[in-house]
T-cell receptor, first 111, second 119 residues
Framework: RKEVEQDPGPFNVPEGATVAFNCTYSNSASQSFFWYRQDCRKEPKLLMSVYSSGNEDGRFTAQLNRASQYISLLIRDSKLSDSATYLCVVPYTGTASKLTFGTGTRLQVTL | EAQVTQNPRYLITVTGKKLTVTCSQNMNHEYMSWYRQDPGLGLRQIYYSMNVEVTDKGDVPEGYKVSRKEKRNFPLILESPSPNQTSLYFC??????????????????FGPGTRLTVL
């Protein structure tokens, strides 16, 4: 099993739709999780972090299911500007030194 | 403006010709790291540095060298580049504040990337 696994997509959704991505991880000791956003050929930028069961920031909700070892990202009322690749990131427990990135899920929001 | 800069942004070179990609951050971050990004493989860590003169291998260190003589700079050196090092490279930095698991990870700020082609 890969350390971090994501559905590559692409997810094509109309503006205003709700879309959810899942990310599974193999290290059951991981405590914190992150979603980064990456626009085409640009650098990744932190979108959200989740340490407990979930985190909400406006239209974005990140949820954690430790029993099944997955995290999800929910985007409500999708905007054209949400089109990007979303990277799931799992750090090694207790250290900033090693981050494992998923390969990313591509989202395309259309009119 | 707080930022991570990389140079060059684009480079086409030939096999065996030594090159250096520079990375500099102005946020006084202790931690710096280099990644490469390839289609279908995602971001993979090459080397990282927890502070000045402290460096360690990531997942794919073969063929690369780094140094951390100053806090702000973390150059990536390819002594003898090969075509399989053609990739998009990102430098990143973060603070090492705190010691518990919640704060031991701090947001990583990425540079704009360097697209390297080795012929």
């Amino acid at each position: 099993r890969k350390e971090v696994e994501q559905d590559p997509g692409p997810f094509n959704v109309p503006e205003g739709a709700t879309v959810a991505f899942n990310c599974t991880y193999s290290n059951s000791a991981s405590q914190s999780f992150f979603w980064y956003r990456q626009d085409c050929r640009k650098e990744p930028k932190l979108l959200m972090s989740v340490y407990s069961s979930g985190n909400e920031d406006g239209r974005f909700t990140a949820q954690l299911n430790r029993a099944s070892q997955y995290i999800s990202l929910l985007i409500r009322d999708s905007k054209l500007s949400d089109s990007a690749t979303y990277l799931c990131v799992v750090p090694y427990t207790g250290t900033a030194s090693k981050l494992t990135f998923g390969t990313g899920t591509r989202l395309q929001v259309t009119l | 403006e707080a930022q991570v800069t990389q140079n060059p942004r684009y480079l086409i070179t030939v096999t065996g010709k030594k090159l250096t990609v520079t990375c500099s951050q102005n946020m006084n971050h202790e931690y710096m790291s280099w990644y490469r990004q390839d289609p279908g493989l995602g971001l993979r860590q090459i080397y990282y540095s927890m502070n000045v003169e402290v460096t360690d291998k990531g997942d794919v260190p073969e063929g690369y060298k780094v140094s951390r003589k100053e806090k702000r700079n973390f150059p990536l050196i390819l002594e003898s580049p090969s075509p399989n090092q053609t990739s998009l490279y990102f430098c990143a930095s973060s603070s090492n504040r705190g010691s518990d698991f919640l704060s031991s990870y701090n947001e990583q700020f990425f540079g704009p990337g360097t697209r390297l082609t080795v012929l």
